[in-house]
């Protein structure tokens, strides 16, 4: 009994160290979109090229600032920086929209964000409409985008 459980512990442990050898080595032995580690959250493929079928109008980013501060800001923070008063507690942090990093996605890619989540954030899917889903994506932009007009 005793030899087989060394040898079990003696797997992980050589498992263990394979996998601190490629991630020294930089490769991303998770792939799939779910790694926490290694790699940042990435929606499909398929998101990227969705469009965003709602135009940026006053009313569209009025509707989004609404979504947002009863949606978002207890964790993204005011100025979307990822510090509101319920995202200090979370890990990983909630994104920081001010970044220029975060605009390299695609408004589709954030829209499956929105509507999927991923722990600790949740899906908006059943609580906010698509139309909801894509104002404050317009919202973001208008207001957290560098590119966009944002702060
Ligand atoms: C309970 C806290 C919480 C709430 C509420 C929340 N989020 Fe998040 N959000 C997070 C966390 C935490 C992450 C980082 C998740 C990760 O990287 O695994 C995140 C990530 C994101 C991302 C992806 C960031 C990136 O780098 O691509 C987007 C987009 C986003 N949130 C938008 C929103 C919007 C819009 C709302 C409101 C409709 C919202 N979130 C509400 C916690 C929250």
């Known amino acids: 009994m005793i030899p087989m459980r060394f040898k079990v512990c003696l797997t992980a442990a050589t498992l263990a160290a394979a996998m601190t050898a490629s ?17 940042h959250w990435k929606a499909p493929r398929s998101a990227r090229t969705m ?3 709602i135009p940026a109008t006053a009313a569209s980013i009025h509707s989004g600032q609404v979504v947002y501060t009863q949606n978002c800001e207890a964790c993204h923070g005011h100025n979307g920086k990822g510090d509101g008063p319920t995202g200090a507690f979370l890990s990983p942090h909630p994104a920081n929209f001010t ?10 890619d954030i829209f499956w964000k929105i509507t999927h989540g991923h722990s600790p954030m949740p899906s908006f899917q059943g609580s906010l409409s698509r139309h909801q889903r894509w104002d404050v994506i317009n919202y973001l932009h ?8 944002g702060k």
């Open 23 to 39: 991630l020294v080595a930089g490769y991303n032995i998770t792939r799939g979109g779910h790694a926490r580690c290694f790699d």
């Open 51 to 53: 469009v965003n079928p």
């Open 99 to 108: 970044r220029p990093q975060f605009w390299k996605q695609s408004d589709g």
């Open 142 to 149: 208008k207001e957290f985008d560098p590119a966009g007009g």
